[in-house]
């Protein structure tokens, strides 16, 4: 049984720092490329970052400069550091991995940057 589990959301004010952390089990964490979504409210999901199975990172245009992601394969977990967290960071960021005949997301966690 595969397992995406989020941690490290939260309330924060804008301008500071939080890191989230997705913990794989089920699958050959090595094996996969990782990303963060997150979808605001009443907003569509988009893709945050992205992380290949051998560490070669994307970002999304909204969050380059201010987010890092990162992995630890002897963890089986990914992380996003997010910087300078602006309010319309707010939303419910999830972890996921997908390609050719799998596709799994957690279960998610909130971000909140609010003054």
């Known amino acids: 049984q595969v397992q995406l589990e989020e941690s490290g959301g939260g309330l924060v004010q804008p301008g500071e720092s939080l890191t989230l952390s997705c913990e794989a089990s089920?699958?050959?964490?090595?094996?996969?490329?990782m990303d963060w979504y997150r979808q605001a409210p009443g907003k569509e999901r988009e893709l945050v970052a992205s992380?290949?199975?051998?560490?070669?990172?994307k970002y999304g245009d909204s969050v380059k400069g201010r987010f890092t992601i990162s992995r630890d394969n002897a963890k089986n977990t990914v992380y996003l550091r997010m910087n300078s967290l602006k309010p319309e960071d707010t939303a419910d960021y999830y972890c996921?991995?997908?390609?050719?005949?799998?596709?799994?997301w957690g279960q998610g966690t909130q971000v909140t940057v609010s003054s």
């Open positions: 996921h991995t997908g390609g050719t005949g799998y596709d799994y």
């Open positions: 089920g699958i050959i964490f090595s094996t996969k490329p």
């Open positions: 992380i290949s199975n051998i560490g070669r990172p």
